[in-house]
Nanobody, 121 residues
Framework: QVQLVESGGGLVQAGGSLRLACVAS????????MGWFRHAPGKEREWVSS????????FYADSVKGRFTMSRDNAANMVFLQMNSLKPEDTAVYYC??????????????WGKGTLVTVSS
């Protein structure tokens, strides 16, 4: 089992930046694809980004492409999401996930409890 704990959320003005972090425990994430999803109030849960186990492949939703960057540090058992040029529509609870590269939430094996990001206009 993998336990995932996110941090780094908060309140930021539009145009600002935040860096989310996710630390894993229970087993190494080496070999495990990781991802981020988000869930905004009144909207469907949305896949944001995924990264392969060796960081060779990274995918992004069109809504965040060019603004967000996902990375990982397998030695530290952590993944990150650098979010730049934030928009009010990025406001959501962000969830760290493990076990899938695809955008289908049903394919994810592990979920964190989430961290809230609020972008003010």
């Amino acid at each position: 089992q993998v336990q995932l704990v996110e941090s780094g959320g908060g309140l930021v003005q539009a145009g600002g930046s935040l860096r989310l972090a996710c630390v894993a425990s229970g087993r190494t994430i080496r070999g495990l694809p990781m991802g981020w999803f988000r869930h905004a109030p009144g909207k469907e849960r949305e896949w944001v980004s995924s990264i392969s186990w060796n960081s060779n492949i990274t995918f992004y939703a069109d809504s965040v492409k060019g603004r967000f960057t996902m990375s990982r540090d397998n030695a530290a058992n952590m993944v990150f999401l650098q979010m730049n040029s934030l928009k009010p529509e990025d406001t959501a609870v962000y969830y760290c996930t493990g076990g899938s590269l695809v955008s289908d939430a049903g394919a994810v094996n592990y979920w964190g409890k989430g961290t809230l990001v609020t972008v003010s206009s």
